[in-house]
């Protein structure tokens, strides 16, 4: 793989998270739930980070419709985005949320953005994100953890540029759960999804206090040796003592003379460095 080809796996402190329902008008678990944590935002609240709750689109939620002219949900790669003259009344609400909760692919866009849907499918809890996010990777596997029926689904492997709402954060996730029917909140579906959204907000908490309690100095350069290849395994002093005994620093093995290498065959040296072998391994 290519070094320029590699995914970003570099994953910071996560300081600013965005929770948002009804991208889907009709999609009224997400809606209810997200209007649930605006009336008590003490449920969303941690000391490492801001947390946000917004619902995407009020006049689709107003009308009980998945959108008013288009997709939502398709309207945020970075084409449509930056074209001014689409004037649907989604595609000026994605760049209002753009400008909120991005702008996409910027230093300044949210870190985490957790979007709620349903859908009528027998889903279950269906974490959906891009296959080149591994924090929301181990996130999901933290909340396969509290709850076994969740389920991690990736995006699609062959665009980078995503049109759906939650790629205009660092990392993001659509939260979809199902059955439910349009208009509708399933108690069931509610409860749970309230569950795991504490748990997730948990687990970001838990990933800032982790790299809070790094002391910032970082890990020497480390290089993997076999100790039994090297006579003098540590010719210099270190200071820095490393308590792992694979793991040598990064210092450089002094070449093993040649003409020791010769006497530990039992050989002679010759021209151009050639051992002659004993007759013994000759055979
Ligand atoms: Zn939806």
Known sequence: MKANKRPRTEVGRIRRVAITGGTHGNESNGVQLAKHLIRHPALVQRDSF?????????????????????????CFSLADLADESRNSLEARRARELNAQLGPKGSEGAMDYVLDLHNTTANTGVAIMCSPRDPLSHALAAHLQTKDPSVRLI?????TRDYPLLPSVAKHGMTFEVGPAPWGCVVGALYEQSLNLIGHALDYLHAHNAALESADGAGWPPLTLTNPNRNPNPNPNPNPNPNPNPCCRPATPNPPLPVARLARGLGGRLRQHGQTRLPARCRR
């Open 50 to 74: 801001s947390c946000t709750v917004l619902l995407n689109n009020p006049a689709s939620i107003e009308r009980n419709v998945r959108y008013c002219d288009e997709d939502l949900n398709r």
């Open 154 to 158: 990736l995006w699609h492997r062959n």
